[in-house]
């Protein structure tokens, strides 16, 4: 049987993609899309946290995460804000 449990790390990317989309998405979404506002401070942030280098190699600067790590941050991101997630998965 293959084994779906996530690793140390991925949780701990979760975790912290969650508190982002919950903290400082979620709250603001509907703001943001309703007066076309594009979240340069929120993209900054998610930057700073490593989630607009997921695929970029750790030796540029970035996480150099595989599709599904990556997944994992995107699903929690959009949870907070959809159009974020879509500019960190590009």
Known sequence: SMNFSLSDDQQA???SARAFSQGVLAPNAATWDAQSIF????????????FMG??????AGG?????????LIVE????GCTATAAFAFA
């Not at 979240?39 to 490593?50: I, P, S, Y």
């Not at 996480?63 to 997944?71: E, K, T, V």
């Not at 929690?76 to 949870?79: N, P, R």
């Open 63 to 71: 996480l150099g995460m595989s599709r599904l790590d990556a997944s």
């Open 76 to 79: 929690e991101l959009a949870k």
């Open 13 to 15: 990317f979760v975790a």
């Open 54 to 59: 997921m695929y970029t190699p750790e030796s």
């Open 39 to 50: 979240a340069k401070d929120a993209l900054r942030q998610a930057g700073e946290l490593g």
